[in-house]
């Protein structure tokens, strides 16, 4: 029984883990606001010039920017903002997100 209860417990932990979530980084000089919608919910974010937020989504959103452009995510990716627009990153060499 307890070791049920303690798999359940890591499962949940590594669920919510950052490595597991979409990485975020701005890129441009400039803030870049954003509405990001997630679980039938929606909510602004604002990113400064080289900011980076972790665990942006976990389990697939839309990321609509400013100009109206709309990105759809699985939650999993690494993720660059540059001259407005956002591309996907590689996982650094030896990095444990890598798969």
Known sequence: MSRSIALMVFIGMAAASPA???????????EQKMTISENNGA???ILKPAETVDGVCSAGCTIKMQDG??????GNEIV?????L?????P?????EQK
């Open 86 to 90: 956002m591309f996907l990153d590689e």
């Open 43 to 45: 909510r602004d974010q």
């Open 20 to 30: 597991e979530a979409l990485k975020l980084t701005n890129r441009d000089a400039t």
């Open 92 to 96: 650094a060499q030896g990095s444990a």
């Open 80 to 84: 660059s903002i540059e001259e407005g």
């Open 69 to 74: 452009e709309e990105y759809e995510f699985d």
